[in-house]
């Protein structure tokens, strides 16, 4: 394996490195969780620059800080030479463009397989399946932390590979356009995967042919020796023709890998799912189509990298919990349960989650928290007002409360029935579940994009 020093020498010319740069040290760019075994990356923010916060983070036991060269005097000038003593200190001209040209200098000299994940729904509880068979398989492997899916996330995670690893799992998300293509070359994955095409960030991305278009960059640095794997359900992606081998996964027959007989039962989802010629009884835990598709993704590189079947069907069938992704937590205000899916929301995971919601048998009052579907560009009016439309098919629904600005839209397609309040904030929706929720069991739904805050809500509501 390479030294840090050398990927840094050979991917940053100009990098100055006083001190002993050790591999066994990772990256950090929070000064407030930072590790003794990590380095700081001084990177410049929006609302503020981490240059500010060296001498904190190395008073905290960071082992070294990547700083800026023209701020290099200034953030350790207040530092004592004798902690400066211990430390290693990384100097290039911008830590940001450093951190990626050493993570991709980093990760060119691993020859083992990587697996690139994107799409506009469900990448993290694919990357989280296929890690968990990686797993069952006693595989040694690396997957990103969370859903660290962004150019800096990246790094950090790419910088973690090492020679003892067998495989690694990386998530990859946009929302403008050009960013998958960079992704990609940081990347350089083997096995690359798109879950689905959906309405999101369409202000950065255009339309979903937009969408479609740049998720597929995910296979920009392919060779005829690397593999796809895409929904096959979606013409978006199985009419391409790609110059590489792909592998189609979805309800269809026309698919490589098929979910058959699909069957919601009250908790569960039960399917015949078909991996090429052979068929296997499975029952996931979750009636949410998005664990079907993330069983799916996770069946199809199970097969190209020869793991055998019983770990895959055996991972497959394990719950899955990402937090804030259909996450079932307990009320604290009154008796209930929160089904917490307010990571992030589109129109198709908006609906899928309904639908989930839909098929949860129970005698408890099910009450829904929706709020604004975020970046949905000139159309956001009408995704909205599609919402309301589909909430003629969650016919268990009793109660809903809407939250921000946009799900106003929502109000004049609402099926009557529905019991309906419409507030500007989480902190007024916090207000109104009390008297929302009674002294009667509920179950509740709580679903928007992160920009309206209900995570917030849900902290506060919930054990």
């Not at 609302?47 to 070294?64: N, P, S």
């Not at 296997?280 to 799916?296: D, F, K, Q, W």
């Not at 990402?322 to 205000?333: D, G, N, P, T, Y």
């Not at 975020?374 to 629904?397: A, C, D, M, Y």
């Amino acid at each position: 394996m390479r030294s840090y020093e050398y990927c840094f020498r050979e991917a940053l010319p100009d990098v100055s490195i006083e001190g002993t740069l050790s591999e066994d040290s990772l990256f950090s760019i929070d000064s407030r969780t930072v590790k003794n075994h990590e380095i700081f990356v001084a990177l410049k923010g929006e609302r503020c620059d981490g240059h500010q916060f060296v001498k904190d983070a190395l008073e905290r036991g960071a082992v070294g800080a990547l700083v800026a060269r023209d701020k290099k005097d200034a953030c350790l000038q207040h530092i004592s030479n004798d902690l400066l003593r211990t430390k290693v200190i990384i100097t290039v001209s911008d830590p940001l463009q450093a951190l990626i040209a050493f993570a991709t200098c980093w990760r060119e000299q691993f020859s083992y397989p990587v697996i690139g994940v994107t799409g506009s729904v469900g990448k993290t509880s694919a990357k989280e399946t296929i890690a968990k068979m990686f797993a069952h398989a006693g595989r040694s492997y690396i997957a990103s932390y969370g859903n660290q899916n962004t150019q800096i996330g990246l790094a950090l995670n790419l910088l973690r590979m090492r020679d003892h690893h067998e495989v690694a799992v990386f998530e990859l998300g946009i929302n403008r356009r050009g960013e998958m293509a960079q992704l990609a070359r940081m990347a350089k994955p083997t096995i690359g995967i798109i879950t689905t095409i959906g309405h999101c960030h369409m202000e950065g991305l255009g339309s979903l042919q937009d969408i479609a278009f740049e998720k597929r960059d995910i296979f920009k640095y392919f060779t005829e020796r690397n593999i796809g794997i895409v929904d096959g359900d979606q013409p978006l992606l199985s009419a391409i023709s790609y110059p590489h081998p792909v592998i189609k996964v979805g309800y269809k027959t026309t698919n490589h890998i098929q979910a058959r007989k699909v069957r919601f039962v009250d908790t569960d989802t039960h399917c015949i799912m078909k991996i090429y010629k052979d068929k296997y009884e499975v029952v996931l835990a979750n009636p949410h189509v998005g664990t079907i598709h993330r069983s799916l993704v996770a069946a199809a590189v199970g097969h190209i990298l020869l793991i055998p079947r019983e770990h895959i069907i055996s991972a497959i069938q394990e719950p899955i919990i990402v937090a804030s992704r259909f996450e079932r937590r307990m009320l604290s205000i009154g008796n209930g349960m929160v089904i917490d899916d307010c990571y992030n929301a589109n129109p198709e995971s908006m609906k899928a989650a309904l639908a989930a919601f839909q098929e949860i048998q129970t005698t408890a009052c099910k009450v829904a928290v929706l709020g604004d579907m975020l970046e949905l560009g000139v159309n956001s009016p009408f995704w909205h007002r599609q919402i309301g439309r589909f909430l003629r098919k969650v016919t268990s629904l009793k109660k809903l409360i809407l939250v921000g600005n946009m799900v106003r839209c929502i109000e004049s397609t609402v099926p009557l029935g529905i019991e309906m309040i419409c507030v500007a904030t989480w902190q007024e929706a916090l207000k109104q579940l009390p008297a929302v929720i009674g002294d009667r069991e509920v179950m509740m739904l709580v679903k928007g994009s992160r920009g309206v805050g209900l995570s917030n809500l849900v902290a506060h509501c919930t054990k």
